[in-house]
T-cell receptor
Framework: AQSVTQPDIHITVSEGASLELRCNYS??????LFWYVQSPGQGLQLLLK??????LVQGIKGFEAEFKRSQSSFNLRKPSVHWSDAAEYFC????????????FGSGTQLTVLP | DAGVIQSPRHEVTEMGQEVTLRCKPI?????LFWYRQTMMRGLELLIY????????DSGMPEDRFSAKMPNASFSTLKIQPSEPRDSAVYFC????????????FGEGSWLTVV
């Protein structure tokens, strides 16, 4: 069975600082990997996804993520955080060949200090 | 394009009442999902439809929950009778070949059962 671990429940960074959110997955084959962001009172918005090809994936809002098969990781990064990035971030893994069903991590809450 | 549309956005109901949540997927998507989000359990997949047919309902918590998809543009999730522990945010999501099988979420229905 597939699973996703986000080891950091809560992260606080200062505005302008760099950010890395960790995600580790467990899956027997090549996974489909996603990062979603959820602002308070809102639904989940897709930031980026990895299906195949280049292991460094660019997303919206200046985010990127790198797929590292050897480490079973798909960490999310941003070089300079903005106050509007404060939200909860979810990593998810789907079945290769069909990204229809996702297993979500427990989420990382990001606080941005002025 | 309109995204996934859910209604109601917020509902407060008394224990024992019937609750019906509604969802209109993105046009052209052939897969539809109902997720539940709580603080304790995070995001859980309740049920998944493909081409209007329920494929996996193993996440439906108990017989009080039922979901239908009478056509490609409409789905309902019903709770009868509702209980306080059903209080959660219920998300509908859809995907299809025209979205690269990426799952897009609605803004959620925030349910409070008192």
């Amino acid at each position: 069975a597939q699973s996703v671990t986000q080891p950091d429940i809560h992260i606080t960074v200062s505005e302008g600082a760099s950010l890395e959110l960790r995600c580790n997955y467990s899956y027997g084959a090549t996974p489909y990997l996603f990062w979603y962001v959820q602002s308070p009172g809102q639904g989940l918005q897709l930031l980026l996804k990895y299906f195949s090809g280049d292991t460094l994936v660019q997303g919206i809002k200046g985010f990127e993520a790198e797929f590292k098969r050897s480490q079973s990781s798909f960490n999310l990064r941003k070089p300079s955080v903005h106050w509007s990035d404060a939200a909860e971030y979810f990593c998810a893994v789907g079945q290769s060949g069909s990204a229809r069903q996702l297993t979500f991590g427990s989420g990382t809450q990001l606080t941005v200090l002025p | 394009d309109a995204g996934v549309i859910q209604s109601p956005r917020h509902e407060v109901t008394e224990m024992g009442q019937e609750v019906t949540l509604r969802c209109k997927p993105i046009s052209g998507h052939n897969s539809l999902f109902w997720y539940r989000q709580t603080m304790m359990r995070g995001l859980e997949l309740l049920i998944y439809f493909n081409n209007n047919v329920p494929i996996d309902d193993s996440g439906m918590p108990e017989d009080r929950f039922s979901a239908k998809m009478p056509n490609a543009s409409f789905s309902t999730l019903k709770i009868q009778p509702s209980e306080p522990r059903d209080s959660a945010v219920y998300f509908c999501a859809s995907s299809g070949h025209n979205s690269g099988n990426t799952i897009y979420f609605g803004e959620g229905s925030w349910l409070t059962v008192v």
